[in-house]
């Protein structure tokens, strides 16, 4: 149980297209879904927090107009990448937080995340 | 304000012998603390994660991390490394106390597993 499916894998775009990628919750339910990025060496920087039924919450120095997070149901998160520039290049990793009658133990559920380039 | 230090950007081991990945953490509260492994182009996956209870937590793989309250330490450890451990291990934290469910990651250690 816990898998969580992040789609395209890898997508490679032309600069000023936009990129949709998709994070589901296969098998449970998460009203709190977590969009991180991923510099090549580095750590992972939590971008927003996505929340089923409204508005994400971007972390400071994150453009909301640029990324744009829709979680439109209890299993699903989309970030967009509008305008798209090859600084935008970068590995996202989604992450889902497992809503449960139980005590909240934590843990994240995470995407294999999506390579995207920028040319 | 949470945050994690892996003070080590690479740990290098041989086959069989024990392995000691370092992490120490900052939170105001009483934290939630986690590793994961990741493999490149890969998503994170969970390896262990330490609540409350016993500070020695076994998870995953044959991995167990030691919770050390006085010296704000959560180190992973191996008593024998094989060469399929190599990769990329982050330590991370939650400060259940400030509400917010978001994890924040360590720097990465890349475990290397000679044979």
């Known amino acids: 149980g816990a898998v969580v499916s992040q789609h395209p894998s890898r997508v490679i775009c032309k600069s000023g297209t936009s990129v949709k990628i998709e994070c589901r919750s296969l098998d449970f339910q998460a009203t709190t879904m977590f969009w991180y990025r991923q510099f090549p060496k580095q750590s992972l920087m939590l971008m927003a927090t996505s929340n089923e039924g409204s508005k994400a919450t971007y972390e400071q120095g994150v453009e909301k107009d640029k990324f744009l997070i829709n979680h439109a149901s209890l299993t699903l998160s989309t970030l967009t990448v509008t305008s798209a520039h090859p600084e935008d290049s970068s590995f996202y990793i989604c992450?889902?937080?497992?809503?449960?009658?139980?005590?909240?133990?934590?843990?994240?559920?995470f995407g294999e995340g999506s390579r995207l380039t920028v040319l | 304000a949470q945050s994690v230090a892996q003070p080590e950007d690479q740990v290098n081991v041989a086959e069989g012998n024990p392995l000691t990945v370092k992490c120490t953490y900052s939170v105001s509260g009483n934290p939630y603390l986690f590793w994961y492994v990741q493999y490149p182009n890969r998503g994170l996956q969970f390896l262990l994660k330490?609540?409350?209870?016993?500070?020695l937590v076994k998870g995953s793989y044959g991995f167990e991390a030691e919770f050390n309250k006085s010296q704000t330490s959560f180190h992973l450890k191996k008593p024998s490394a094989l060469v399929s451990d190599s990769a990329l291990y982050f330590c991370?934290?939650?400060?259940?106390?400030?509400?917010?469910?978001?994890?924040?990651f360590g720097s990465g250690t890349r475990l290397q597993v000679q044979p």
């Open positions: 991370a934290v939650r400060d259940p106390d400030t509400g917010r469910r978001a994890l924040t």
């Open positions: 992450s889902a937080r497992w809503d449960r009658a139980s005590q909240d133990t934590g843990e994240l559920f």
């Open positions: 330490y609540i409350t209870g016993d500070n």
